[in-house]
């Protein structure tokens, strides 16, 4: 009897184990925590900088933008002097209206885009196809390959430069509380292919996103509706 019940025990538990194993053999699901983190912080910067008219972007620039893109905690890199590192996303008009949320990386660049602190949040005003065309690229540099100037900052335009108003792409920065428009002279920026994975599940191209009709994460709902909020 006794050896009936040991049987019995160690049938269970090597059917126990092999379930187990079987558990422990299946693809574990990817994990977007931080991809939903900078989703959640980007559409938070969006509702900050423009919450103060008087400081922000200016709404005839918002409506005008062919695509946006924001960077939410650029942060020093250590291995160069004035390095920056950044990922964020980029959200693009397309036929349908706003596309969805398309994964960005932004390295290096000069101290110019650094206002003071250790943190600074990046954005993008991409006002022409030529940009977009250039933005949508797997990598372009800053004033190399696309012309980039601060933003001017205020309710409206009008006082914006000539070189301003002609260039493919206006750059903005927020550090400490500081918001102005900066140079991003050097810095590079390309598709975030980690990024796009966790939204959509598998890799796909800045360019399949914002030309196709990608059912954005629920995560990026807050992003999306500043970003419509503000730019029509």
């Not at 059917?15 to 959640?40: E, F, G, H, W, Y």
């Not at 980007?42 to 918002?62: C, H, Y």
């Not at 397309?94 to 000069?110: H, K, L, Q, Y």
Request: net charge positive; aromatic share 4%; hydrophobic share 40%.
């Amino acid at each position: 009897m006794l050896k009936k019940r040991l049987g019995l025990i160690a049938i269970v538990s090597l059917a126990n184990v092999l379930v187990c194993a079987q558990i422990l053999a299946l693809p574990l699901p990817p994990d977007t925590s931080d991809t939903d983190k900078r989703l959640k912080a980007a559409a938070e910067v969006m509702t900050e900088i423009m919450s103060a008219p008087d400081k922000g972007i200016p709404q005839d620039l918002m409506k005008k933008a062919a695509c946006i893109a924001i960077v939410p905690s650029v942060k020093k890199a250590a291995f160069v002097v004035g390095g920056k590192y950044g990922r964020g996303f980029m959200v693009c008009r397309n036929d349908n209206g706003w596309a969805s949320p398309a994964g960005v990386r932004i390295e290096g660049g000069s101290v110019g885009f650094q206002i003071g602190g250790s943190e600074t949040d990046v954005v993008m005003l991409v006002m022409n196809k030529d940009g977009v065309n250039k933005l949508l690229s797997n990598k372009f540099t800053f004033g190399a390959d696309a012309s980039a100037t601060a933003g001017p900052v205020g309710r409206s335009s009008s006082a914006a430069t000539d070189a301003q108003m002609h260039a493919q792409i206006l750059t903005y920065s927020r550090s400490r509380g500081l918001f102005a428009g900066v140079s991003l002279e050097g810095a590079t920026l390309r598709t975030d292919d980690d990024a796009n994975k966790d939204m959509y599940g598998k890799t796909t191209s800045n360019k399949d996103i914002v030309s196709g009709n990608l059912k954005a994460p629920a995560s990026a709902d807050s992003l999306l509706a500043e970003v419509k909020k503000h730019a029509g």
